[in-house]
């Protein structure tokens, strides 16, 4: 199995910045695909942004200019550079990792909300 934690949540005015970690372990070789994604209060789960192995690099629109994702592949890491943050950006923030044949991981989720 493969344990997923993130870090780097918090509370972050308008405009400002954040950096989101993903920390992966156990069999991490069953890992193709890292994304994030987020839910907001009272909304359903969305995609933000995923990184496949061998394959482009996808961003929900919304996200398109602002978030950045990265995968350390050497570390089993996976960053989401969140920049120009915005209070419809608040929400629970999840790692996901991904595999053939039905493997999936999800992180415990990080929370970051976008206030004055």
């Known amino acids: 199995q493969v344990q997923l934690v993130e870090s780097g949540g918090g509370l972050v005015q308008p405009g400002g910045s954040l950096r989101l970690s993903c920390t992966a372990s156990g069999s991490v070789f069953r890992i193709s695909v890292m994304a994030w994604y987020r839910q907001a209060s009272g909304k359903e789960r969305e995609l933000v942004a995923a990184a496949p192995s061998g394959g482009n690099i996808n961003y929900v629109d919304s996200v398109k200019g602002r978030f950045t994702i990265s995968r350390d592949n050497a570390k089993n890491m996976v960053y989401l550079s969140m920049n120009s943050l915005k209070p419809e950006d608040t929400a629970v923030y999840y790692c996901?990792?991904?595999?053939?044949?039905?493997?999936?991981?999800w992180g415990q989720g990080t929370l970051v909300t976008v206030s004055s």
């Open positions: 996901n990792a991904a595999g053939r044949r039905g493997f999936e991981a």
